[in-house]
């Protein structure tokens, strides 16, 4: 896998998330193969699904053995977000799910083995808008995409 530069990174998981168009309801987690030529050509293959995301990060042998024939792991999945606000406010206790302000989102991370990692949340109300991190995201997701990298790295 390539290590890139920040600009590079940032070109690189705007092309990703405009390429990958799925479902804000596909009811599946997809893993995709990102390869990236010296001109930033970019050719990206589904590689793995699974109906439980944690499922396909954690308990997929297959899909560890392949980090490596890629420049980057894409992991697609859709789901609820909700605002979090101030600690005292009772709405951060409510599942996104179940929150009046939920929205339906589109999320991918992108990351390769020198842990480089980017990701982008689309908005199903506001698709004109997306918002892109740039090796900053915390929590589950973020860290079972680590896991993975780190394991991909480790295998033979």
């Known amino acids: 896998m390539k290590k890139v530069n920040d600009d590079t990174l940032k070109i690189l998981s705007e092309y990703i998330h405009d390429a990958v168009d799925i479902d804000f309801d596909m009811g599946q987690a ?12 970019v050719q ?3 590689i793995a699904s699974d109906g ?3 499922d396909m990060l954690y308990d997929n042998p297959a899909l560890v053995a392949q980090v490596k024939n890629y420049d980057f792991i894409t992991i697609a999945t859709t789901g609820w977000a909700a605002p979090i ?3 005292t406010d009772t709405d951060n206790e409510i599942a996104p799910s179940k929150h009046p302000k939920r929205r339906r989102v ?4 992108s990351a390769n083995t020198h ?3 980017a990701s982008s949340i689309s908005f199903s109300d506001d698709l004109e808008n997306p918002v ?4 900053d995201a915390r929590g589950a997701l973020a860290e079972a995409v680590k ?4 394991a991909g790295i480790e295998v033979q």
């Open 85 to 87: 606000t101030d600690d």
């Open 44 to 46: 990206i293959e589904q």
């Open 132 to 135: 892109y991190d740039y090796g």
């Open 52 to 54: 439980d995301i944690y």
């Open 147 to 150: 896991e993975l990298m780190i």
């Open 106 to 109: 589109r999320l991918l991370v």
């Open 30 to 41: 997809i893993a995709y193969g990102v390869m990236v030529n010296n001109n930033l050509t």
């Open 115 to 117: 842990l480089q990692f």
